[in-house]
Nanobody, 125 residues
């Protein structure tokens, strides 16, 4: 069983930056594809970005040019660097993981087996 813990959320103003972390209980998180999703109040959970075990990544249009996902294999942690934050980025952010040996990244919530409890990000204008 893989446990994921998100951290780094908080309150920011438009234009600010935040870095979210997704720490895993499992060694070798680099053998897992990881995705970030978010859910705003009254809305469905939506895909933000994914990173495969081969290093490939895919960003939702809302995240392109502003967000960056990267791994720290030594710490079994995946980070989401969020720059130029907008009020519409306000949501609970979740990380998810699935074991993967093929290097692919995954963009659907149903593709993932393990989820964290989320961290709240609030961006004011």
């Amino acid at each position: 069983q893989v446990q994921l813990v998100e951290s780094g959320g908080g309150t920011a103003q438009a234009g600010d930056s935040l870095r979210l972390s997704c720490a895993a209980s499992v060694r070798a998180l680099n053998m897992y594809a990881v995705g970030w999703f978010r859910q705003a109040p009254g809305k469905e959970r939506e895909f933000v970005v994914s990173v495969g075990t081969g290093g490939s990544s895919y960003y939702a249009d809302s995240a392109k040019g502003r967000f960056t996902v990267f791994r720290d294999s030594d710490k079994d942690t995946v980070y989401l660097q969020m720059n130029s934050l907008k009020p519409e980025d306000t949501a609970v952010y979740y990380c998810a993981a699935r074991f993967s040996i093929f290097g692919a990244e995954y963009r659907q919530a149903d593709d993932y087996d393990y989820w964290g409890r989320g961290t709240q990000v609030t961006v004011s204008s």
